[in-house]
């Protein structure tokens, strides 16, 4: 039997191999950058918490507006029903997405707005009278645990175990940015002749198109350019297929603009919202689409009935947290545009680092790799020795494997993310 005695006894932690996980560390309040732990230490949060606080903890702003919210309507049932948060966020939210994305279904996390997308999909070819059952996705993704989701992601430690309960998926490579024998240019147009090929040989087989823009997350922080993303746009419409884009991670500035889809100036026929939506505060997420998809649903045929929902669908508390970081968000778009350069100056210190390489940046995110003796990935042993000794450099840090990432909080200063650099080379050097 494994020994739990490090664990809270009620509680199964996730992405914890049981055995060899250190003690967690217990939190007792989180303010701004910093996370104070119950023996008084205070670190820098430079992942924002697996991406979601990017006001920081705390924002009073945000928690006002829960407060305020909490005290008028709590919950309600979203079917039947409406209420001004939820109507209000819509409407801010769509003024920021591209094009004719402006029909929200809203729902609870990132897993489940992808999953969502990929039924609105899958149903508005069935409501147009076309079977088209499968999808085209990208090496190295994820886009979340549940089925579907994991459906789409590619080969990786947490979707082999159930391999066997997939759907089948087309899988074409992610064009990365500094990886490969070719040029970038070279590489992109082979994904898209890939592409074509597939498309060309059975136009009416695909659903859709999904990617994670600009950045791949959890696969290591690869990223591809804005230019492949326009190339991609292009066959999707050129063979009248349907693109998806996954911006759970991507979205709210995380890029350097609001979107990863705006800063590549290309409008996917649907997206998937989560994390940074309530600044942390909340589970909330969004499945966008266009009067196009919608209308397609818009019948009195039950048979043609999205028939999805949660208990907790447009949370009032939830919405009205959503409006808040919407409104920091026009505060901070000095900073969140301003990051890359930040990190480019910083990544460039590190330029001859003998331990590292694939230096790359995007916007608010910044990824190295660390050269050792074992496989690059996820299960690098790397990962578990800078976990460890990150807080006694004053850093909450996850690589992922031997990639080691920076995604700060948008009220990080110039100095603090110095400070992290600081840290990360005394982290590789030991």
């Known amino acids: 039997m494994p020994n739990m005695s490090k664990f809270h006894p009620n509680i199964w932690y996730p992405f914890t191999i049981l055995q060899e996980a250190p003690t967690p560390l217990k939190v007792k ?5 910093w996370l104070e ?6 670190i820098m949060d430079c992942i924002s918490s697996w991406w979601v606080n990017i006001h920081g903890h705390g924002h009073p702003e945000i928690a006002g507006a829960i407060a305020d919210q909490a005290k008028e309507l709590e919950q309600v049932i979203f079917a039947n029903f409406t209420h001004d948060p939820a109507e209000q966020l819509a409407e801010k939210l769509t003024d920021e ?5 402006n029909r929200i279904f809203y729902s609870d996390d990132g897993s489940t707005a992808v999953e969502i997308a ?3 999909a899958y149903q508005y070819w069935q409501n147009k009278g076309q079977k088209r059952t499968k999808f085209i996705c990208f090496e190295g993704a994820f886009h979340g645990g549940t089925f579907g989701a994991m459906s789409a992601g590619g080969s990786s430690p947490f979707n082999e175990i159930f391999k066997d309960l997939l759907f089948d998926v087309e899988f074409v490579p992610y064009p990365d940015t500094w990886i490969g024998d070719t040029t970038v240019a070279e590489r992109e147009d082979q994904v898209i002749a890939k592409l074509e090929k597939l498309l060309d040989a059975n136009p009416e087989e695909y659903a859709g198109i999904m990617i994670e823009p600009l950045v791949q997350g959890a696969g290591g922080m690869r990223m591809c350019r804005e230019d492949f993303l326009q190339k991609l746009h292009w066959v999707n419409r050129q063979f009248d297929t349907l693109l ?3 911006e759970v991670m991507t979205g709210f500035g995380r890029t350097g603009d ?3 889809s705006r800063r590549a100036q290309v409008e996917p026929d649907l997206i998937a919202l989560a994390k940074g939506l309530t600044g942390g505060f909340l589970p909330l997420s ?3 689409c266009s009067d196009k998809i919608y209308e397609a649903f818009n019948s009195s045929d039950p048979r043609k009935t999205f028939w999805h929902g949660h208990s907790y669908t447009a949370n009032p508390i939830g919405c009205a947290a959503g409006l808040a970081t ?3 968000m026009h505060e901070n778009e000095p900073i969140f545009s301003q990051m890359e350069q930040w990190h480019q100056e910083e990544l460039h210190k590190l330029r001859d680092h003998p331990k590292l390489k694939n230096h790359r940046v995007m916007g608010t995110i910044a990824a190295v790799d660390i050269i050792n003796t074992g496989e690059d990935g996820y299960l690098n042993p790397v990962a578990n020795r800078i976990k460890e000794r990150c807080v006694d450099e004053g850093l909450l840090l996850r690589p992922l494997g031997n990639t080691i990432y920076l995604m700060p909080p948008y009220c990080t200063t110039r100095a603090q993310l110095e400070t992290m650099y600081q840290g990360i080379i005394k982290l590789i050097d030991i």
């Open 29 to 33: 309040k989180g303010e701004g950058l």
């Open 37 to 42: 732990l119950e023996d008084g230490r205070r």
């Open 97 to 101: 997405l591209p094009g004719d994305l």
């Open 118 to 120: 990929m039924k609105m």
């Open 244 to 246: 998806i884009f996954d």
């Open 258 to 260: 609001w979107f990863a």
């Open 286 to 288: 969004a499945t966008v």
């Open 326 to 328: 919407l409104k920091l």
